[in-house]
């Protein structure tokens, strides 16, 4: 089945810092979507990627649909206290099954 | 808003018992609804794929009669945990669709069984 590797595992980084993770896969996937879950919470939807190329933004956050549409990145700029938390990367596959990378795990101090 | 709640949050039964989980689509009537487990320090597994009136359709490895799955409207969706045994103690955490491909998660539900 299709593999998709998340990176870095883990951050530790100032407040005001910028924020970057990433997600590739073996195999190319329909849609991209990016999640933050807090500890003992569900996973929030933070943004969606349909099209290869795509770049959305949510207010500080920015990702991207890759051109090959097997990767995709997320970046955080101006990191404060509260981006603290696991990210997920998703990817919906030919099945239309939501496959999620093992989460990058943000930590911010002052 | 895409709302899904999930009853109840935090739930311990003992060994052999029954636990039923309630998740809901507040705002939005859900066209599928999906079940996963949350081990500590992982990410996401999908166990079943759940749409109204039809029923479930499991990931390999799912018993399918330990994790009873009903769907029995636009906006319920109820796994049920037969027999829990302390290895079934983990995080359980539903999401439903509106349409496309976005998956809005229900908190979750803690599941300790003793």
């Known amino acids: 089945g299709q593999q998709l590797n998340q990176s870095p595992q883990s951050m530790f980084i100032q407040e005001g810092e910028d924020v970057s993770m990433n997600c590739t896969s073996s195999?190319?996937?329909?849609?991209w979507l990016w999640y933050k879950q807090d500890p003992g919470e569900g996973p929030v939807l933070l943004i969606a990627?349909?099209?290869?190329?795509e770049l959305t933004s949510n207010g500080r956050l920015t990702a991207q649909f890759g051109i090959t549409r097997k990767d995709s990145f997320l970046n955080i700029s101006a990191s404060i206290p509260s981006d603290v938390g696991i990210y997920f990367c998703?990817?919906?596959?030919?099945?239309?099954?939501?496959?999620f990378g093992a989460g990058t795990q943000v930590v911010v101090t002052p | 808003g895409a709302v899904v709640s999930q009853h109840p949050s935090r739930v311990i039964c003992k060994s052999g018992t029954s636990v039923k989980i309630e998740c809901r689509s507040l705002?939005?009537?859900?066209?599928?609804m999906f079940w996963y487990r949350q081990f500590p320090k992982q990410s996401l597994m999908l166990m079943a794929t759940?749409?109204?009136?039809?029923?479930?359709?499991?990931e390999q490895g799912v018993e399918k009669d330990k994790f009873l799955i009903n769907h029995a409207s636009l906006t319920l969706s109820t796994l049920t945990v037969t027999s829990a045994h302390p290895e079934d103690s983990s995080f359980y955490i539903c999401?439903?669709?509106?349409?496309?491909?976005?998956?809005?998660f229900g908190p979750g539900t803690r599941l300790t069984v003793t």
């Open positions: 999401s439903a669709t509106k349409q496309g491909y976005e998956q809005y």
């Open positions: 195999s190319i996937f329909n849609t």
């Open positions: 990627l349909y099209k290869a190329g």
């Open positions: 998703a990817g919906t596959d030919s099945w239309g099954k939501l496959q």
């Open positions: 705002d939005f009537q859900a066209t599928t």
């Open positions: 759940s749409n109204e009136g039809s029923k479930a359709t499991y």
